[in-house]
C-alpha cells in the first residue's frame, strides 16, 4: 500500500508539473496570436484605409481633361448662340434695316429720280426769271424758287445716297425745251411764259408727290413727300398769285403801247 500511494503521489505530481508547465506555454502561444491578430488586423485595417483614401481621393477630384472639355462645349454653345452682325438687318422688322436701291420697287425710285430733276429745272428756270423778269412778285418767285428746290434737292441727294444710287443732274428734254424758249423772252412776255409754266409745272408736280405721300412702298421716300407737299401747295398759291401779276403786267404794258402809238 506504501508502494500505491507513493505512486499516487507522484502521478499526481507529475500530472501539477504538466499543467504548470503546459500553462505558459499556452499563454505565450495566446499572447502570439493575439499579437498576430492584432498585426494581421492593423495591416488590414492600414491597407482599408490606404485603398478607402486612395478610392476617397480619385472620387473627389476632378478629372482635369474632362472639365476642359466640358468648358470647350460650353465655349461652342455660346458662339453658336451668337448671331452673326449683320443678321438683325436682314429680318424681317429689324432695327435700322433700310431699303437699297436694288431692293427698292420701280415706282418709288423714279419718283425720288423725277422730284431730283424737278428740282433741278426749278433752279435753273428761277436763275433766267431773276435775270429777264420784268414784274416784281416774278422775280421774287423766281428766287424762291431757287432757294428751296436747292435745299430740297440736297435732301433728295441724301435720301438716293441712302438708297444706293444717285440721281443724274441733266434737265429732261421738255424741260432744255422750255428753258431754251424762256431764254430767248424778255419782259412781260417772259413773265407770262414763266409764269404759266410755273403753274402748270407745280399742279402736276403737287399730284406725283401725293400720290407717292399714299402710296410709297420705302417708308423713308414717303415720308419725304409727305413732309414736302406743304411745301408745294405754297409754292402752287404763289406761282398763281404771280401769274396773275404777270398778266397785268402785259394789260399795262399793252396799253402803255397803245398811248405811245397813237
Not at 164 to 170: H, I, L, Y
Given at each position: 500500500?506504501k508502494?500505491?500511494?507513493g505512486?499516487?503521489?507522484?502521478?499526481?505530481?507529475?500530472?501539477?508539473l504538466?499543467?504548470?508547465?503546459?500553462?505558459?506555454?499556452?499563454?505565450?502561444?495566446?499572447?502570439?496570436?493575439?499579437?498576430?491578430?492584432?498585426?494581421?488586423?492593423?495591416?488590414?485595417?492600414?491597407?482599408?484605409?490606404?485603398?478607402?483614401?486612395?478610392?476617397?481621393?480619385?472620387?473627389?477630384?476632378?478629372?482635369?481633361?474632362?472639365?476642359?472639355?466640358?468648358?470647350q462645349?460650353?465655349?461652342?454653345?455660346?458662339?453658336?448662340?451668337?448671331?452673326?452682325?449683320?443678321?438683325?438687318?436682314?429680318?424681317?422688322?429689324?432695327?435700322?434695316?433700310?431699303?437699297?436701291?436694288?431692293?427698292?420697287?420701280?415706282?418709288?425710285?423714279?419718283?425720288?429720280?423725277?422730284?431730283f430733276?424737278g428740282?433741278?429745272?426749278?433752279?435753273k428756270?428761277?436763275?433766267?426769271?431773276v435775270?429777264?423778269?420784268?414784274?416784281?412778285?416774278v422775280?421774287?418767285?423766281?428766287?424762291?424758287?431757287?432757294?428751296?428746290?436747292?435745299?430740297?434737292?440736297q435732301?433728295l441727294?441724301?435720301?438716293?445716297?441712302?438708297?444706293?444710287?444717285?440721281?443724274?443732274?441733266?434737265?429732261?428734254?421738255?424741260?432744255?425745251?422750255?428753258y431754251?424758249k424762256?431764254?430767248?423772252?424778255?419782259?412781260?412776255?417772259?413773265?407770262?411764259?414763266?409764269?404759266?409754266?410755273?403753274?402748270?409745272?407745280?399742279?402736276?408736280?403737287?399730284?406725283?408727290?401725293?400720290?407717292?405721300a399714299?402710296?410709297?412702298?420705302?417708308?423713308?421716300?414717303?415720308?419725304?413727300?409727305?413732309?414736302?407737299?406743304?411745301?408745294?401747295?405754297?409754292?402752287?398759291?404763289?406761282?398763281?398769285?404771280?401769274?396773275?401779276?404777270?398778266?397785268?403786267?402785259?394789260?399795262?404794258?399793252?396799253?402803255?403801247?397803245?398811248?405811245?402809238?397813237?
Amino acid at each position: 500500500m506504501k508502494h500505491t500511494f507513493g505512486r499516487s503521489i507522484l502521478v499526481s505530481s507529475l500530472l501539477a508539473l504538466g499543467i504548470a508547465m503546459s500553462l505558459p506555454a499556452s499563454g505565450q502561444s495566446s499572447g502570439t496570436s493575439s499579437s498576430a491578430g492584432q498585426g494581421s488586423s492593423a495591416g488590414q485595417g492600414s491597407s482599408a484605409g490606404q485603398d478607402s483614401s486612395a478610392s476617397g481621393q480619385g472620387s473627389n477630384a476632378p478629372a482635369p481633361e474632362s472639365a476642359s472639355a466640358a468648358g470647350q462645349t460650353t465655349g461652342t454653345g455660346q458662339t453658336s448662340a451668337t448671331p452673326a452682325p449683320n443678321a438683325t438687318s436682314s429680318m424681317p422688322g429689324g432695327g435700322g434695316a433700310t431699303t437699297t436701291g436694288s431692293d427698292m420697287v420701280a415706282s418709288d425710285k423714279n419718283f425720288v429720280t423725277k422730284a431730283f430733276h424737278g428740282g433741278l429745272a426749278e433752279v435753273k428756270l428761277g436763275q433766267l426769271a431773276v435775270e429777264k423778269a420784268q414784274a416784281p412778285e416774278v422775280k421774287q418767285f423766281g428766287q424762291r424758287m431757287i432757294d428751296d428746290h436747292r435745299a430740297n434737292n440736297q435732301k433728295l441727294t441724301k435720301l438716293a445716297s441712302d438708297k444706293g444710287f444717285e440721281a443724274t443732274r441733266e434737265l429732261e428734254k421738255d424741260v432744255q425745251h422750255e428753258y431754251n424758249k424762256l431764254n430767248k423772252l424778255s419782259g412781260a412776255q417772259f413773265d407770262r411764259e414763266y409764269m404759266s409754266y410755273m403753274v402748270s409745272d407745280h399742279q402736276k408736280d403737287l399730284k406725283e408727290f401725293q400720290q407717292a405721300a399714299k402710296n410709297a412702298k420705302d417708308p423713308d421716300i414717303k415720308s419725304f413727300a409727305e413732309s414736302t407737299l406743304p411745301t408745294l401747295e405754297d409754292h402752287l398759291a404763289a406761282a398763281k398769285s404771280a401769274q396773275a401779276a404777270a398778266k397785268n403786267g402785259m394789260k399795262t404794258g399793252a396799253k402803255t403801247s397803245s398811248k405811245q402809238a397813237g
